[in-house]
């Protein structure tokens, strides 16, 4: 029912910046919890970044703090992920999920990163290379 479609992977030098998008059919965006994962073969995936569409509160993992942001436009029902000063080590088919609860940190209600998402994309590849 739920359809995520990634696009904007691609092969790019180290410091150079590429942007993700995330469209979502069948499913309205606005007040869940979106989320950007990674995988490279042999390892586990890998959460990056998240976001509640309602409570705008964003969660990084700390490897990709400063220089990624995650984003959302509710007209265009998409979420986003720019990557600014690309590694060597992002290199990774990177997905996009949804699903989760939001969860109280601190007092406020966030979004999980590494957990809870029930509903995922194909994925889009980026490569970096140095």
């Known amino acids: 029912q739920v359809q995520l479609v990634e696009s904007g992977g691609g092969s790019v030098q180290a410091g150079g910046s590429l942007r993700l998008s995330c469209v979502a059919s069948?499913?309205?965006?606005?007040?869940?919890?979106m989320a950007w994962f990674r995988q490279v073969p042999g390892k586990e995936r890998e959460g990056v970044a998240s976001l509640g569409t309602g409570s705008l509160v964003t969660s990084y993992t700390d490897s990709v703090k400063g220089r990624f942001t995650i984003s959302h436009d509710n007209a265009k029902n998409a979420v986003y992920l720019q990557m600014n000063s690309l590694k060597v080590e992002d290199t990774a088919m990177y997905f996009c999920?949804?699903?989760?609860?939001?969860?109280?940190?601190?007092?406020?209600?966030?979004?999980?990163?590494?957990?809870?998402?029930?509903?995922w994309g194909q994925g889009t590849q980026v490569t970096v290379s140095s």
């Open positions: 069948g499913y309205e965006i606005l007040g869940k919890c």
């Open positions: 999920a949804t699903g989760a609860v939001a969860h109280r940190r601190g007092g406020e209600i966030a979004c999980p990163t590494s957990s809870g998402y029930t509903d």
